[in-house]
């Protein structure tokens, strides 16, 4: 992962928000507020402004900390502050100016550590973590396997993906979507899909 | 969708345009989108700011002035504000003598509260946080996010805002704010959902003979659907929701919120008020105080909510203080 | 139908119930349905009494008190008190000063009040009238029933009051009532019908992509229907609307009263404020007092009406003048 | 007309409104504000109320004038007191005990004069005039031509229900259907629609 590698996820993930964002909103709103996909977009819409506007030589990690710093400014609602600061600990914790995939598999788990430190879920609160985690674990298990980068990055959208997938039948226990309780079985969690876009994103990026 | 909007992108800076203008009293920064009192910080005076998302009006915005709040500051449409707003409403506001947020209880807010908190610190500014979590229909739990904040929270920043006012230190504010909420709990049902101007439908279906119980304020369905009734049966369903989750018993005093959620009439919050006030009467719970009108509303969704806020002589004189703000008036 | 009531036969009883248990500091008089100041009649200050059918809440009942109304008479819902109930609350309210009735120009109203009035002057007392009609999406003439009264009532109920409460006379009272309604015009939009509690339907259907243009306040369907467009050019239009009838010009000042229909979010009522204002400033009329939410209402109706009231030093003065009711406060 | 014949005449007119209050409601919800039926629902079964508690030797205008009091104080509107007063002025130019048809159709005549003087209505301004008038008109020429009451009041129902349907041409002058200008026109008025039901009612009562 260098500098432009990181610039053109970004734009990718803006690009699946902005398609997928009537998906987000309906699955926010059958067991949340109903804006999710639209938190989304004004949030990308501000990270791609934010970006494209850095010097080009601008350090890989730092576009991604420019990313985050602007998601937590535009955002709001949960996922602004969870993506937000993920995004900065993934960028604080990259190598300049290039990250292999074992260190962005390590950033990105450092990431995540912040999503979790910060809200609290656990794999199986029916979040975002649901489909973070186990695109972290794949991206980790192909470093550890010597895959290319376009290989792992297909595995963790896959992965992710499958997460996202997998919260259908759990009764969500953090954000608006425990409120629900019981209720909140059966439909999957925006958050963990939007993970799924920003993974997938990032596969696409890497060539899969 | 049907609505007084210019584009839903929009809806924020317009409604900012409009309390600027119809409001002169206050200031609106409609870049850093903060509502403030007009004058500037107040030396030696603790600065009380609320904030959440936008759709609940009065709330927050209603409740800026002498009294109450320092500073709002609203997100978009349903959503939390975001740390820049909250860091330029302290900015604006910090007197010196320490910030107070009122911080409703969802996941959103409270991370993006905590982050400004978090900021300011590292200005040296140190903020104390009131958690509003008075809604009976989430079960209060570690393991989840907990009872969300909402009608007691027109209490809590009316109890915080009368201390600060009168010269309260911060912990002092905050402590009349966590007891304002400590005293309230609230349940809520819908007629209708909302819809969320960027979603462009309701959030949620509801057949026209069903009621959803224990809804949230951001057109969060309920806990369950239950068939329509009259008046009576839904107050009598609401009030004893509460009572199970309050230590409010015979011989009791308590302020009564019958808060509209956005679409309903006030003629039937007065229908409501009148079946909540015989239901009191009948378990010998006093009314001391009581407010009947729409203070946190879902914008278009049609129900009303309750809170039951067990009053003592304390909360009724912080109740009863003066206060000068475009939705609540104390001489 | 989907309401919080009991039954369609016992909306005005219960609501009344509701009131008098949400307001102690007024008198409501549940079998003569009347709703009072507290304290009797006040010995030499001329009573200010008026009413209308319910579904407009907080009209009229939630401007009872000091500065505004001695008493408010509700009939059944969108119809207007019958002659009983006003001599209730002249009997109630005469302190020997004389009686002013404000008076929406609607055939039934005028109808009843004038039987009243009748009525009362057989037991020797005066009663004079103020006729509202400042609605101007009905044509006036001697021809028709005239222009309705919608919004500009609050204004006659302010001035009126806020005379009787300085211990104007009967005839002083009536004057500044008319000239409140004198210097008003309003104009309305429907984004969707009210449903009449008895009628258990809409007053009529709207499709998503339309409004009622001129739309009354009892369900009346309005003149004209439009396509719904953005926040800003349905301003544009009811601006237009009103000025086309008004003798505000460019150097005026104006109070402004953007009032919610009843299903309208108050963040929408902002939005739609805001865009009033430039468009005034456009104009060069300036906006020297302003009121945005809930005022008089239509039931269940979305929209909203403006009311612009062309100020002078002593309409500004009533304006200001202190009043302590429900639904208005003035220090 | 005797007390009797007005106590059924009430009786009759309540049940025809109780009946056709759903019409009554969608005429007005039409072009007006919903009310009439169950306005005239409120103060019909207020009338029986206050005249079945009147002594038996109740003079025949006496009834009526009770049947006008009690619409006056429970139904409102405009068809409270128009109707109300009306009835007052009928009853008060009733001769006791027993009135012919001449002297019915003069005092409803000296009824619709109060209605006009009140309301202000003419005949084509789409109200109850318009069905009241043409009915009055029908009695009189009855009462002249000698025909019984059963016959007479056979006709002026007659004339009131032509004159009801008679105004859904018309654009309306009074009331509130007046607001809609233009837009009154192909809707039947419906006060006019009930001034028939009493007339029918009449007739019905006399054994037509
Ligand atoms: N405590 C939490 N930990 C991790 N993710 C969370 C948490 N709370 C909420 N989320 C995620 O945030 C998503 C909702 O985001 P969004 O709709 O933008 O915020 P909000 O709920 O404030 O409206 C949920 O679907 C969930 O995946
Ligand atoms: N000025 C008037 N003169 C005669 N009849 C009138 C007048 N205004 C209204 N009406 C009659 O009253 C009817 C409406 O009665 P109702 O619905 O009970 O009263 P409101 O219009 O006050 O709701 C109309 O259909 C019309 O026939
Ligand atoms: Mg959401
Ligand atoms: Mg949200
Ligand atoms: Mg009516
Ligand atoms: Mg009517």
Same mark, same amino acid.
């Given at each position: ?208 | ?177 966590? +007891?304002?909420? =400590?005293?309230? %709990? ?6 209708? &959902? #909302?819809?969320? @101007? !960027?979603?462009? *439908? $309701? ?104 809170? +039951?806020?067990? =009053?003592?002589? %304390? ?6 203080? &003066? #206060?000068?703000? @475009? !939705?609540?008036? *104390? $001489?």
């Amino acid at each position: 992962m260098d500098t432009a590698l990181a610039l053109g996820w970004l734009h990718a993930t803006a690009a699946a928000v902005e398609q997928h964002e009537p998906e987000l909103t309906a699955l926010d709103s059958a067991i949340g507020d109903g804006d999710h996909g639209s938190n989304l977009r004004r949030g990308f819409t501000a990270v791609l402004a934010a970006v494209d506007a850095l010097p080009p030589d601008t350090p890989v990690g730092a576009v991604l900390g420019k990313a985050g710093t602007t998601l937590i400014s535009t955002v709001g609602g949960a996922c602004g502050p969870l993506y937000g600061s993920a995004l900065r600990t993934t960028g604080a914790a990259l190598p300049t100016p290039k990250a292999d995939i074992t260190d962005l598999a390590a950033a990105l788990r450092a990431g995540l550590s912040t999503i979790q430190r910060l809200g609290g879920a656990v794999p199986g609160d029916k979040t975002m973590v649901d489909a973070f985690e186990p695109a972290v674990a794949a991206l980790e298990r192909a470093a550890f396997d010597g895959f290319s980068l376009r290989e792992a990055a297909a595995l963790a959208a896959e992965a992710a993906e499958r997460g996202a997938r997998d919260t259908v039948p759990l009764e969500a226990r953090k954000g608006r979507a425990s409120y629900l309780g019981p209720r909140s079985i059966g439909h999957q969690d925006p958050g963990a899909t939007s993970t799924a876009l920003l993974f997938r994103a990032l596969a696409r990026t890497a060539g899969a | 969708m049907k609505k007084l909007i210019n584009s839903p992108e929009s809806v924020l800076d317009d409604a900012l345009a409009g309390i600027a203008a119809a409001h002169p009293e206050l200031t609106v920064d409609r870049a850093a989108r903060v509502i403030l009192r007009a004058g500037g910080p107040r030396p030696g005076k603790v600065a009380v700011i609320s904030g959440g998302g936008s759709g609940h009006e009065p709330l927050h915005a209603g409740f800026v002035g002498p009294g109450m709040l320092d500073a709002a500051c609203p997100g978009e449409v349903f959503t939390s504000p975001v740390p820049d707003q909250l860091l330029a409403a302290i900015r604006a506001t910090d007197g010196g003598a320490g910030v107070v947020f009122v911080v409703k209880n969802y996941t959103g807010d409270v991370l993006n509260f905590q982050l400004a908190a978090e900021l300011a610190a590292e200005d040296g500014i140190e903020v104390r946080t009131v958690l509003v979590n008075d809604d009976v229909a989430v079960k209060d739990s570690t393991w989840t996010a907990g009872r969300r904040g909402t009608g007691a929270t027109v209490v809590v920043e009316k109890a915080a805002g009368a201390v600060a006012e009168g010269g309260g230190t911060a912990a002092e504010v905050a402590a009349a704010g966590q +007891l304002a909420n =400590a005293a309230s %709990r609230s349940f809520a049902v819908a007629l209708s &959902p #909302a819809t969320v @101007p !960027a979603a462009g *439908r $309701p959030g949620f279906d509801l057949p026209q003979d069903e009621v959803e119980l224990g809804v949230g304020i951001h057109g969060e369905p309920g806990r369950r659907r239950a068939p329509m009734r009259a008046a009576r049966e839904l107050a009598a369903e609401v009030v004893d929701a509460i009572l199970a989750e309050h230590t409010l018993t015979a011989g009791d005093e308590t302020i009564v919120l019958v808060n509209g959620l956005g679409a309903t009439p006030l003629l039937e919050l007065y229908i409501v008020f009148g079946e909540v006030s015989a239901l009191l009467a009948e378990r010998g719970i006093r009314i001391a105080r009581s407010l009947v009108g729409n203070y946190v509303t879902s914008l278009d969704m049609a129900g009303f909510s309750l809170t +039951l806020t067990k =009053a003592d002589a %304390r909360l009724l004189e912080l109740w009863d203080a &003066p #206060a000068s703000t @475009p !939705a609540l008036r *104390r $001489p």
